[in-house]
């Protein structure tokens, strides 16, 4: 990651930022005992931006968010985990309503300025009556500084929390704060470790902003990761400015630090998730260069990225690097085989388009790291992208087979 | 599989046909000792047709079947495993031209009656000494007959020889056959069992007519099946007509019942390369029906094909129906939610987008099944598809980490 001067690390999470408060209790919807509900509060309310899962089947709280988020001040986001609310018919809708209503009367502001997210088992009915008498636990224990909590507490199939946040200077002095927290370790439906992003500012930004640098943000981290390829029909990121630091970003330079900031802690949330994937032991960079469009950079990225064989020989950590040449050439991407280039690790592996000689040797060492880059150059054009995947091992098979609480 | 009263299934595979001629030999390309090298020989010449795969990283064998196949007679098919002369750049044309011009000599026919494939390690340079020293034995050793010994000899990954024939009573009286051989086990480069199947019959067919009959009967069969969604470099699909029998398709119903054996033959041939997949324990035959068109269901077929989550529950045997519905709904095809349904080995299980009541206890022993179906209606339309995978299973890790010779 390379170092930007006007940004620095900090801890807190997704209350890092002035204005959050957050808090999490055991409502009893998961079987385990172990936190379920969880609640992020924004005072003063937020002006928020979202984005979301493309899958068309798509779950109520991601209708509901749709509707809400963006469309007016945010005060609070509400998320269980345990049941996926996804495949529910009409009454999923009207369950996640029901719900955002009975927080907002104990929070004091107009239902719409509540919106919830859920994961967990698909196709059955939310535990409405167990969950609304946990609402007023949830908004009585709400304090800033508990980011670690609900970072955990949001947690599914996950082994650990994944948080990040960061200060950032702005060029006129004064700084803002940005920070988040997210879920997820690869597998989805019905007992789903969607992803699930929750990220906050105190920073004053309008929702069109926070919108346009979000989306730019998600496409280059979130959208650029891939466990097992498969999208939830849960999926959520949501982007919150309370504006409590009192200081505006009015655009210009101070907006690029901003969202330099922004594309920091997605990019750490993100590969938070790859390195927390279901049976990973590895982690890989997959950056492709030469390509003739920034769309083909990126389609024979995710091939490379998602192909079974190329997964199995990372986990094997066998230098099968033909795997990788034939999942780009399959990917639709233009390439130009003569011209196609390979480096693992920094090691020349093939230019213009055959091994270069002693390869191997130097490669071995390479492929046990538990993380490395792969860089594919398709001699087609000048464009890049860059994706991150993990390896297919044995457990993730094991997980995923067996999984089903 | 449907009776259809004017097929009936015969022994002798590929030289089930009248006109062709195999023969095996170990040439020394493996290690192991095994057989790897497989000359297919057609007497008269033959007319031929040909499907390749669509990767763009493809192998000189391939470039050069593109050139030869169709264009004119075809007197021979030669057929080594141990290395797939891919990515070998300008000299894996050369050696693949040097070794049909030898073998045309040794039959004595124009180098453009011969062509060749190859399967085995990418990158490597075919040993075209050691190969052109077994051209002789080969030839020498050509005899009816040996349908099994071709389909072992081009075994690599398989386990088991794969083989299929038919012999077509047509309308007027007088029948044809129509035989086949093929390899493949689900993984590719650089140690690929990439796809080859061949196919003949002794009915004498214009080239143009194969051709239209194997692109439709290749698109139902070989292009419906998926172990791991994996293209490999040199997939091959090789049709040849030597009129043997003396008998002719003029079109009409002749025609469509010799369509119809070749669809069978392709059929058996491709659930044959399943059931002998890597690690495979389950086929399952995924059925499409409501899509908005042939091409979504298609699409909707092949995303839950080829879903890791979808693979992996099908190998646990866990009713995660959920992961079904989110494949399609990722899949890009048209789908109506609240329309859906879904049954699986004939067990209702979602109807109108919300599970049956006690969907679970009836299903439980579908699920144990080593093949069974999943019937998935999309409410958009009225278009069908069918495509077959496999599940993904723990071997199937170790394999394709484990795969190097």
Redesign the interface.
Known sequence: MSAEPFLREIGGGVCAARGVTASAVTAGIKKSGRPDMTLLCFDPPAQSAGVFT?????AAPVLLCRERVGKGPLRAILINSGN?N????KQGLQDARRLTQSLAKHLGCPPAQVVMSSTG???QPLPVGLMERALGRLVRSLAPGKGREAATAIMTTDTRSKEAAVEIELPGGGSVRLGGMTKGAG??????ATMLAYLTTDAAVSSRVLLSALRKAADLSFNCVTV??????NDTVIFAATGASGVRIPGGKALGRFRAGLGRVCRELALAILRDGEGVTKVVEIRIKGAASPADAKRAGRTVAE???VK??F??G??????I??????SGAK?A??RMSLRIGGVPV?RA???VEHWEAPLAPVLKRPEFTVELHLGAGRAEGTVWTTD???E???I?????T
């Open positions: 493309r899958n068309k089947v798509c996926a996804a495949c529910t018919g088992l698909i196709g597998m989805i439906a019905p007992n789903m097992d390829g498969d999208t939830s029909t192909s079974l064989l199995t020989a986990f094997g066998l230098p099968n690097w033909g795997r040449f034939a999942a780009a050439g399959r390439i085989p003569e093939v388009g055959a091994p297919l091992s044995y993730y098979v094991k995923n087979a067996d999984y089903r």
